[in-house]
């Protein structure tokens, strides 16, 4: 897997200061999208042990909330098999940083069992995952008085709820 950027005290992707990491690769390409460079899976540099020991670092101070992964798309197939043992790392050092990840891909249609995003990988890599916006941008619904999503579409998902549950718990509605 490769990677566009890793932004470190960012306040814009998720509740608190975060750690932000840009995968690269997305196949919705949304129109409108602010990261179109990162459709492109070979953008960027590789995501190596290295990068990963900073991200994992830099999510040691107490000011810092969590982890978020963007894009591109964390969960197209390639980006998660890549993602999984990164997560588990992260809840094994960091087990008190929450983790937030935006997909253009639907929870409940694209990512459960049958779904086109779904591998031997989405499940347990959702269990890692404690709040995530879901769904394509959509140029025409796009608001900026909505909290952590682009258009009004998106759902900012409770996945621990869900995945006590089933059910679709949304946050910042």
């Not at 998720?14 to 949304?30: A, D, E, K, Y």
């Amino acid at each position: 897997m490769n990677y566009s950027a890793v932004k470190y005290c960012d306040i814009a992707n998720g509740t608190g200061v975060r750690t932000v990491l840009f995968v690269s690769g997305c196949r919705n390409r949304c129109k409108g999208c602010f990261q179109p460079e990162t459709w492109d899976f070979a953008n960027g540099e590789p995501f190596t042990k290295e990068v990963e020991d900073q991200i994992i670092e830099s999510l040691k101070p107490p000011y810092i909330q969590g982890l978020t992964l963007l894009g591109g798309d964390p969960m197209e197939p390639e980006n998660q098999c890549a993602l999984l043992p990164f997560l588990r790392r992260i809840k094994k050092e960091c087990p008190k940083k929450d983790i937030w990840a935006y997909t253009g891909y639907l929870l409940d249609r694209d990512l459960i069992s049958g779904g086109k995003r779904c591998t031997e990988d989405t499940e347990e890599l959702l269990s890692y995952i404690d709040v995530l916006v879901d769904g394509p941008y959509l140029e025409k619904e796009r608001s900026i008085m909505l909290k952590f999503r682009g258009s009004a579409n998106q759902r900012v998902i409770d996945c621990r709820q869900y995945q006590k549950s089933g059910g679709i718990v949304e946050l910042f509605k």
